[in-house]
């Protein structure tokens, strides 16, 4: 049976606690994981994938502590982290069947593999570029089959449509839902769109803590009662946006502002209850926290708990190519152009 499951799994850097006592268990689908920057996702997901150990509390798949199962586990993973490593001056083709071999994939599965994935994320017409030439959505495209070279059962996408335009992040998430039917998939991200459409189960994670789990039309229900529509007039609005909790804001022809607006107490006399989104249900949330540039990156934040410099990994965190104990090419230092990004799974 496929099957992970999560026990008390805890992560601390000295006193700060990343990940605090979380425990599910998940099966074949989609699982978004939901939270702003900071709110521990990164940090949850390499345990799930091995690369970082828990402080406390267990990692399992199938029943087995995966650090048990060790290159068994590995072989049944595919991950693509939010820094994905690439050589520029590799063409897409190439640099697939690099990986390949790496995870040690016959010469000739290999091959027929990569023609499948390449064709599979819309880069067959460009397999024989370069990298380097690649828009960002391509790039990341290229992460999704480099995680699917193995056929992996658990499939680990952490913020993967971070900076990309819309019709991009569209067909990245018309991908990976249709990888969903015969693998457990985790997608980690803060924008909300990115979940709503094709995760099974969402999970809400705060500080650290899994704070809500459920499927999409089930766990805005905790907030139904609480989201309201209130019209007001056109020059009022920044006024009631800087007092309210406002989710959304639309302008209508007659010169009056539509607020949406989450509050446990009707927040004006007109106001008329609403039904309530997950978008609503991520701001209930995380109202007081900036997910943009003000906010400190959560890789900044732990590897500052770590004693390390901020804008660079702690040194126990060095990526996948690390814990796959992978040559010293595969974790930065090609002969054949400067490796760009983090890790490699």
Known sequence: MLELTLEGVTK???SKVAVNGISCTM?????????ANGSGK???LRMICGILEATEGTVRYGGSAIGKLGADYRRVLGYLPQDFGYYPEFTARRFLLYLAALKAIPKNEAERKVEELLEMVELSAVRGKKIKT????MVRRLGIAQALLNDPEILVLDEPTAGLDPKERIRFRNIVGSLS?????ILSTHIVSDVESIAERILVMKSGRIVHCGRPGEITSEIRGQVWECAIPAE?????????????????????TVLRVIAGDKPMPNAKLAEPNLEDLYLYYFREQDTGGGQVRERDS??????AAPGHRASRDNGAAAAEGLSGEASGCGRDGEWKGGDVR
């Open 134 to 137: 690649f828009s960002g959505g």
């Open 42 to 44: 990164t940090t949850l």
């Open 302 to 307: 732990l590897a500052a708990a770590s004693g």
């Open 236 to 256: 009022q609005a920044d006024r009631y946006v800087a007092q309210m909790n406002v989710s959304n804001l639309r302008n209508e022809r007659d010169g009056r």
């Open 12 to 14: 601390k850097y000295g």
């Open 27 to 35: 099966n074949r689908g989609i699982y978004g994981l939901l939270g």
């Open 181 to 185: 039917k015969e693998r457990i998939i």
